[in-house]
């Protein structure tokens, strides 16, 4: 259980690095993460699972995101539903701003 309210600005908490991955925690409790990741241009993350059910919503950039061997275009606005253990992987053709939320134990 996340204890408290939190409030924060995406915007301003996006920062780009020159290489890879740069991620923050936003909240965290006892059944939920929320982490903002911002990848850069030609970042890859190679495909794994996750043991909990998952959320990626995309607020900047654009990528292409591979679900269960399925290819999904990323841009802003679009939201990506994970049940758990879903092989998935990504790769950001622009520099990419994702929420990740994880729930579930």
Partial sequence: MIKKSVVKS????MEFPKEGIFSTVLASGD???HTLMCLKKGTDISEHTSTREAAVTVLKGKGIFVLKGKSIKMKPGVFIFMPKNAPHSLKASEDLAILLSLSGK
Avoid: G
């Avoid at 995406?10 to 908490?13: G, K």
């Fill in 10 to 13: 995406l915007d301003e908490l």
């Fill in 31 to 33: 059944v939920s993460n």
